[in-house]
């Protein structure tokens, strides 16, 4: 008879992380809703404001606007989005909004979208991608959410 404890103690240690990973992401997601003057946070909970994207969705869907389809693959840009990303999500200081930002590379260009806090995270953001990526190589599209 043949074992299958190896399998089972992977199978057991995969559900472990998954669970772990879950539940960590439900606290960032608590904690984001909880930072003081989060617009997401209020969206969310007040069923007053009306969830209405439509001016956002249509202009996405002009093709001169990058989206994050139009990340390229190629691996100097994948490495620069990557940069990027981890220098907004290691600032503590960044609104939930403002560490989800769309950064979107082609060709060593940088392309930051979303909406953020105010004009202070918005420079923030847009500076860390310039410190990156390189001066003239950042198309700051970011919007300060209302």
């Avoid at 190589?137 to 970011?142: I, S």
């Amino acid at each position: 008879m043949r074992t299958h404890t190896p399998i089972i103690a992977l199978l057991a240690t995969s559900v472990i992380a998954f669970a772990a990973c879950s539940q960590k992401s439900e606290e960032n997601i608590a904690h984001a809703q909880q930072r003081e003057g989060d617009s997401t946070a209020a969206a969310t909970t007040d069923p007053s404001v009306p969830a209405d994207n439509t001016g956002v969705n249509k202009r996405d869907r002009n093709d001169a606007t990058l989206t994050t389809g139009d990340q390229s693959q190629s691996a100097a840009d994948l490495d620069l989005v990557k940069k990027v990303r981890q220098a907004i999500e290691a600032d503590d200081t960044l609104s939930a909004n403002g560490k989800n930002v769309k950064v979107i590379t082609r060709d060593g260009m940088v392309t930051l979208r979303g909406p953020v806090k105010d004009e202070n995270e918005r420079k923030a953001i847009g500076d860390k991608a310039t410190m990156i990526a390189g001066e003239g190589k950042v198309q700051n599209l970011l919007e300060v959410a209302r």
